[in-house]
């Protein structure tokens, strides 16, 4: 009798664990405005991409084109396959002390995997990832970007 | 030419005699013969394409996706351009295949999918074969689509088609049983087996509420052993993607896997048709035992439209499930036939016997 009470219980448990599935999946089905496919190129003026999404390495200039990349190199040490290239060039101060400063921040889009390490290991905070994602060009050697914009120089105050 | 949205009889009999009237007997058979081959061709093809294109759709909505969009408005043609598609394909035999049984196995799919897709009544008067044992001919002969499988899969000479062709053979062979013990059970409530008898029975009420608990049950039964003999999930461990590669069809391509493709899309509709006929009274409109004005309200939409809402009903049900589930195992798909619900089908058609016996129905 007891083994007859399990068995039907058992049946009934495994039903109700088996509605409690449809009901989920019916929420969806009766929920069709909250689907999470976006039809990509339609909505491209529309489209919002997370903060987090990693896009690309980008070097923020402020106004006076002014940016807080000190060429210490950090990045390119920390960068595991090399897609960090650093050319500095030495400056002379009004104190007339010799400064090293960048010259180009050369990055290599197409061998970056967007591990984020060049962003975290950076100390002054002069590369971030932007959200950028439409990267296809017609030519390889067009991947291979220089980071800081021509002219520009290092912002006041910020020191390695 | 009558014709009349509510009953084809008239229809199918004026076609009959303007044909006698002016052919012989033989010829008009032959011309009545092609006129049904073709309508079932056309609707078969037509309502396939339909099925893959709701199906996709359905899962994506399940899956909070949209499905094909890219193809025509809403991905309308989707299933068009891939049914051209496989009609390019080409054909490829393996070297090693039996071939006369490799190329038999698809055609004997899909053609006991049309012969058990004779005997459906679509509407009144618009039904091919009215046997006195329709319920029986549905049962035998959907079991010898089986022997396609198990072909399809023995003469491809490959370990995943033959792997697949004997899981789907022991499942088949197993939920057989609870298909037809679970229409028993409806047998004993209708007093008949004939198709047209047992739409005709469920005039004032459908069986599913004229038997209410044991037919429920039925029903249920039903439903899930049906979604195991058409091999869909969550009973499509024949086809297992991550495990088998395709199952039984792993070697076909082109028209002939189109073959494969179409006969379980048919197969889905026929279970559906079957559920809507024994258990949702067929063509009959939804009654309700005195409210007059409701049923002639009913009466109004043709027949027709009632057996596809009901279809389209059940097979979206199925669907639901199909998208929920997870695939079981060899092992636990045996358990399930033979430990739960084997037993209760026993049991069930003792309660309908009781029922009926002691008039308990409605």
């Known amino acids: ?160 | 030419m009558a014709f009349n949205i509510y009953d084809f009889t008239t229809l199918t009999k004026s076609i009959h005699e303007g044909l006698s009237s002016q052919l012989s007997p033989t010829a008009t058979l032959a011309i009545e013969w092609t006129i049904v081959g073709l309508a079932y061709l056309l609707f078969v093809a037509l309502f396939g394409l339909f099925l893959v294109y709701a199906e996709r759709k359905v899962c994506a909505a399940f899956q909070q996706r949209m499905g094909p969009m890219r193809v025509g408005p809403w991905g309308l043609l989707q299933t068009i351009a891939d049914f051209i598609k496989l009609l390019m394909k080409e054909l490829i035999t393996p070297r090693d295949a039996d071939k006369f049984l490799y190329n038999l196995a698809p055609f004997i799919v899909i053609i006991v999918s049309f012969l058990v897709i004779s005997v459906i009544p679509f509407a009144p008067g618009l039904s091919t074969f009215d046997f006195d044992i329709g319920i029986f001919f549905v049962t035998a002969v959907s079991s010898v689509g089986v022997i396609g499988i198990l072909l399809a899969g023995w003469s491809s000479n490959n370990k995943y088609s033959l792997i697949g062709a004997m899981r789907s053979g022991a499942q088949i062979v197993s939920y057989e049983l609870s298909v037809g013990l679970s229409l028993i059970t409806m047998i004993i409530l209708a007093e008949t087996m004939q198709i047209s008898g047992i739409v005709e029975g469920q005039r004032e009420m459908w069986f599913i509420f004229k038997g209410h608990i044991p037919a429920v049950i039925a029903f249920l039964v039903f439903i899930i052993a049906g979604t195991a003999e058409t091999n869909r999930g969550p009973f499509d461990l024949a086809e297992a993607e991550s495990e088998l590669t395709a199952g039984f069809h792993t070697e076909y391509s082109g028209i002939k896997f189109a073959f494969f493709f179409l006969a379980e899309y048919i197969n889905l509709f026929i279970v559906a048709a079957m559920a809507t006929t024994v258990f949702l009274g067929g063509w009959m409109p939804l009654h309700f035992g005195d409210f007059e004005g409701f049923n002639q309200i009913m009466d109004l939409i043709p027949g027709l439209f009632w057996f596809f809402f009901k279809v389209l009903g059940v097979i979206f049900l199925m669907m639901w499930f199909k998208w929920t589930f997870p695939r079981l195992r060899v092992d636990q798909i045996l358990n399930l036939e033979w430990k739960y619900l084997l037993p209760i089908n026993l049991f069930n058609i003792l309660l309908m016997a009781a029922v009926v016996l002691f008039g308990l129905h409605f």
Request: net charge positive.
């Open chain 1, 1 to 160: 009798m007891k083994s007859i009470i399990s068995y039907i219980t058992e049946i009934l448990k495994g039903v109700w664990t088996l509605l409690t599935g449809m009901k989920v999946t019916a929420k969806y089905f009766f929920t069709p405005w909250k689907h999470v496919t976006q039809q990509y190129p339609e909505n491209r003026l529309t489209l919002k991409i997370a903060d987090r999404f990693r896009g690309e390495v980008i070097m923020p200039h402020n106004e006076n084109n002014e940016h807080k990349c000190t060429g210490c190199g950090i990045c390119e040490i920390n960068c595991p396959n090399g897609s960090i290239e650093i050319i500095t060039k030495t400056l002379m101060t009004d104190e007339g002390k010799k400064k090293r400063a960048i010259d180009q921040h050369i990055y290599h889009l197409g061998m970056c995997t967007f591990c984020n390490l060049c962003v975290k290991a950076c100390p002054t905070g002069a590369i971030v990832m932007g959200q950028k994602f439409e990267h296809a060009v017609w030519d390889r050697s067009k991947l291979t970007k220089v980071l800081n914009q021509p002219g520009s120089k290092i912002m006041e105050g910020v020191k390695d």
